[in-house]
T-cell receptor
Framework: GESVGLHLPTLSVQEGDNSIINCAYSNSASDYFIWYKQESGKGPQFIIDIRSNMDKRQGQRVTVLLNKTVKHLSLQIAATQPGDSAVYFCAETYTGRRALTFGSGTRLQVQP | EPEVTQTPSHQVTQMGQEVILRCVPISNHLYFYWYRQILGQKVEFLVSFYNNEISEKSEIFDDQFSVERPDGSNFTLKIRSTKLEDSAMYFC????????????FGEGSWLTVV
């Protein structure tokens, strides 16, 4: 069956460093991927998305990389700030399907 | 910035009771969703709704669950007879259309079944 999973449950970084959060997916039909940030007690907040016709997409301080060959997705956060501390989820879906399949999440802890 | 709003933020209910969770999706969105998140676990899809009917549902969304769009703005999730394992955060979400299918989530309704 399809699944989306994360390699590291917790990532601790120093303020100002770059963070890389990884995600693996198993459904080769997946063609749309999203990263969400979830702060404690709040709903998932959209960060950035990428379609399968792209390898890389940049936003403000964030970059998503997609490697379809190995079914791997990563989120890079530049100059990590204390406000970036949260749980980050990758999610995926495919054309014709509306539902997102979420990964299990990585907790990012930013040390001052 | 437009947002998905949900009420109540927290509800405690007795096992066997009916619960209705309410949502106001983003106004120009056409697709509506319910997801849930059991404490400490990942977010799970329940149901999607488009053009006044369910377009997709998961195995979790069994006969005790139902959704409704009673008017032009509200989208509700009803749990007919709650069980202890229904305790979770329930998120409503919406998206605009097929091309701009970024899904935006509300802040959630925390349901505790006792």
């Amino acid at each position: 069956g399809e699944s989306v999973g994360l390699h590291l449950p917790t990532l601790s970084v120093q303020e100002g460093d770059n963070s890389i959060i990884n995600c693996a997916y198993s459904n080769s039909a997946s063609d749309y991927f999203i990263w969400y940030k979830q702060e404690s007690g709040k709903g998932p907040q959209f960060i950035i998305d990428i379609r399968s016709n792209m390898d890389k997409r940049q936003g403000q301080r964030v970059t998503v990389l997609l490697n379809k060959t190995v079914k791997h997705l990563s989120l890079q956060i530049a100059a990590t700030q204390p406000g970036d501390s949260a749980v980050y989820f990758c999610a995926e879906t495919y054309t014709g399907r509306r539902a997102l399949t979420f990964g299990s999440g990585t907790r990012l802890q930013v040390q001052p | 910035e437009p947002e998905v709003t949900q009420t109540p933020s927290h509800q405690v209910t007795q096992m066997g009771q009916e619960v209705i969770l309410r949502c106001v999706p983003i106004s120009n969105h056409l697709y509506f969703y319910w997801y849930r998140q059991i404490l400490g676990q990942k977010v799970e899809f329940l149901v999607s709704f488009y053009n006044n009917e369910i377009s997709e549902k998961s195995e979790i969304f069994d006969d005790q669950f139902s959704v409704e769009r009673p008017d032009g703005s509200n989208f509700t999730l009803k749990i007919r007879s709650t069980k202890l394992e229904d305790s979770a955060m329930y998120f409503c979400a919406s998206s605009a259309d097929r091309e701009r299918n970024t899904i935006y989530f509300g802040e959630g309704s925390w349901l505790t079944v006792v």
